[in-house]
T-cell receptor
Framework: EPEVTQTPSHQVTQMGQEVILRCVPI?????FYWYRQILGQKVEFLVS????????KSEIFDDQFSVERPDGSNFTLKIRSTKLEDSAMYFC???????????FGNGTRLTVT | AQSVTQPDIHITVSEGASLELRCNYS??????LFWYVQSPGQGLQLLLK??????LVQGIKGFEAEFKRSQSSFNLRKPSVHWSDAAEYFC?????????????FGTGTRLKVLA
């Protein structure tokens, strides 16, 4: 069964550094999402992306965050200047069409020191 | 606005006992409802979904959930819990808001299974 893949599985970075989290959604999917889960807390919506543009973003997704689909297969989340509170598990997800279940990747654990 | 409430943060049951995890939602139209399970250090795996039709839906691993519109609930059940069911369970509601399709997750219920 096709799956969403995320790399790296774990990223450690220093405060103020830029990080790029990478995702390869399922190939025929059209809607892409990033979610964040701070350790032991809820899964929080960050951003949705459709037709090569952001369709919605949460208040968490401020100017330090950006997303890109550079080549038709990868879907990236960039954090320009990381803060300690950005430490979390970041999940990429995709769906083929509206109202179908999200398919999640296994996540990238980001640790900001 | 969409919202999902899982009132139980932690639940402990004995292996072999029955299980019910509660989920209440708020959504203006007919919701699309999901239950996901997350094992430690893993991603979220879909257990089951409700779109329409029969209000009792069957999922993987022996789980089922019942949609009750009058109570705005979508509780997850399993008749006999196995030790491997210990995990965190998330209820989610999906729907279109202002032209965007969006999923909102509850805060999760952590299930502990006693041998």
């Amino acid at each position: 069964e096709p799956e969403v893949t995320q790399t790296p599985s774990h990223q450690v970075t220093q405060m103020g550094q830029e990080v790029i989290l990478r995702c390869v959604p399922i190939s025929n999917h059209l809607y892409f999402y990033w979610y964040r889960q701070i350790l032991g807390q809820k899964v929080e919506f960050l951003v949705s992306f459709y037709n090569n543009e952001i369709s919605e973003k949460s208040e968490i997704f401020d100017d330090q965050f950006s997303v890109e689909r550079p080549d038709g297969s990868n879907f990236t989340l960039k954090i320009r200047s990381t803060k300690l509170e950005d430490s979390a598990m970041y999940f990429c997800a995709s769906i083929q069409e509206a109202n179908s279940p999200l398919h999640f990747g296994n996540g990238t654990r980001l640790t900001v020191t | 606005a969409q919202s999902v409430t899982q009132p139980d943060i932690h639940i402990t049951v004995s292996e072999g006992a029955s299980l019910e995890l509660r989920c209440n939602y708020s959504y203006g139209a007919t919701p699309y409802l999901f239950w996901y399970v997350q094992s430690p250090g893993q991603g979220l795996q879909l257990l089951l979904k409700y779109f329409s039709g029969d209000t009792l839906v069957q999922g993987i691993k022996g789980f089922e959930a019942e949609f009750k519109r009058s109570q705005s609930s979508f509780n997850l059940r399993k008749p006999s819990v196995h030790w491997s069911d210990a995990a965190e369970y998330f209820c989610a509601v999906g729907g279109t808001t202002s032209g965007t399709y969006k999923y909102i997750f509850g805060t999760g219920t952590r299930l502990k299974v006693l041998a």
